[in-house]
């Protein structure tokens, strides 16, 4: 059974980094796409990153893009969300998703299969 568990979110000042990881488990990451995705309160749900090892397809949203970053650890069955250079406006909750895909409709869609949620703030 595919389950996916979000870890590393917390507060943040602006300008700093987090990273955030999925511990991913009943799934082969030699198959699946996993992304990442967030939600503010009383803001639409917007995917950020998704990441397919098959194809070695990476892809972010325009508000990320340089300052994210997406990794793959097969062995580790991880698969993490590296945020450098925060701002107020990337607080929210954040979810790691599983697919077959990895392609920007997904990333506007969703995937079938999620996490949690982990909080991220990032505040002074």
């Known amino acids: 059974q595919l389950q996916l568990v979000e870890s590393g979110g917390g507060l943040v000042q602006p300008g700093g980094s987090l990273t955030l990881s999925c511990a991913v488990s009943g799934v082969s990451l030699d198959t699946f796409a996993i992304g990442w995705f967030r939600q503010a309160p009383g803001e639409e749900r917007e995917g950020v990153a998704c990441i397919r090892r098959r194809t070695g397809i990476t892809i972010y949203s325009d508000s990320v893009k340089g300052r994210f970053a997406v990794s793959m650890d097969s062995a580790k069955h991880t698969v993490d969300l590296r945020m450098s250079d925060l701002k107020s406006e990337d607080t929210g909750t954040y979810y790691c998703?599983?697919?077959?895909?990895?392609?920007?409709?997904?990333?506007?869609?969703?995937?079938?299969?999620w996490g949690k949620g982990i909080q991220v703030t990032v505040s002074v």
């Open positions: 998703a599983a697919d077959f895909y990895c392609d920007h409709g997904i990333l506007r869609n969703g995937m079938d299969n």
